[in-house]
Structure formats: structure tokens, C-alpha cells
């Protein structure tokens, strides 16, 4: 088992920024990717961000490139997640998640193994 605990969120004016954590705990798989996800209300969820265990590679929607950025700390079983240039768009209920299975990271929800809880994200306009 693998528990994910997600921190950071907020309310932020637009154009302001937000980081958001994830502290993983319990079995922890070696070379595991891990990712960023969204739900706004009404809507599906959403992949945002994904990182390979060793943080070499990352993958971002077209929606947050250039704006967010993921990283990891592996001594510390952390992912982050660096939100700038926030739109009210990017308003939604965060969730990280885990790969138990790869190293290199994948943008589609079924692929991940373990989900946080969620950390709300409210953009004002």
C-alpha cells in the first residue's frame, strides 16, 4: 500500500502561483512515476503533469506547459507541483497519484495505482 497526501492548495488571485506537495508513505516502489491531476466541478478528470522516478522526464498538458512545473525529491518520497501564471481556468480539486508499474510517465488516470485525497485549487479573477 502506498498512501499520498497532497498539501498547498488554496485560493489565489489570477496571475499568482501555488505549490502544491505530495508526500508519499507506506510501500514505496522504486522507479515509480507519479502525476498531477485535476477535477473541476462538472467536468471530468484531467491529466495535468507526470514525472519518471528519476525526474529526468517530464510531461505536461498543453493547458499548463510553460506555466507549471513538476519535480520530485526522492529522498523525501515528495512531488511538487509549481503553479504559476494561474488562470481561473486551472480552478479544481488537485489529486497526485502514483505508478506502481512504470518509470517513465504516462497521462492517462488508469495507469496510476494510488490517489491522494485532493488539495483545492480557486483561482480568482
Known amino acids: 500500500q502506498v498512501q499520498l497526501v497532497e498539501s498547498g492548495g488554496g485560493l489565489v488571485q489570477a496571475g499568482g502561483s501555488l505549490r502544491l506537495s505530495c508526500a508519499a508513505s507506506?510501500?514505496?516502489?522504486?522507479?515509480?512515476?507519479m502525476g498531477w491531476f485535476r477535477q473541476a466541478p462538472g467536468k471530468e478528470r484531467e491529466f495535468v503533469a507526470a514525472?519518471?522516478?528519476?525526474?529526468?522526464?517530464?510531461y505536461y498538458a498543453d493547458s499548463v506547459k510553460g506555466r507549471f512545473t513538476i519535480s520530485r525529491d526522492n529522498a523525501k518520497n515528495t512531488v511538487y507541483l509549481q503553479m504559476n501564471s494561474l488562470k481561473p481556468e486551472d480552478a479544481a480539486v488537485y489529486y497526485c497519484?502514483?505508478?506502481?508499474?512504470?518509470?517513465?510517465?504516462?497521462?492517462?488516470?488508469?495507469?496510476?495505482?494510488?490517489w491522494g485525497q485532493g488539495t483545492q485549487v480557486t483561482v480568482s479573477s
Open positions: 497519484a502514483f505508478d506502481a508499474d512504470r518509470r517513465t510517465p504516462t497521462s492517462r488516470g488508469s495507469d496510476y495505482d494510488y
Open positions: 514525472i519518471s522516478w528519476s525526474g529526468g522526464t517530464t
Open positions: 507506506g510501500r514505496i516502489f522504486s522507479r515509480s512515476a
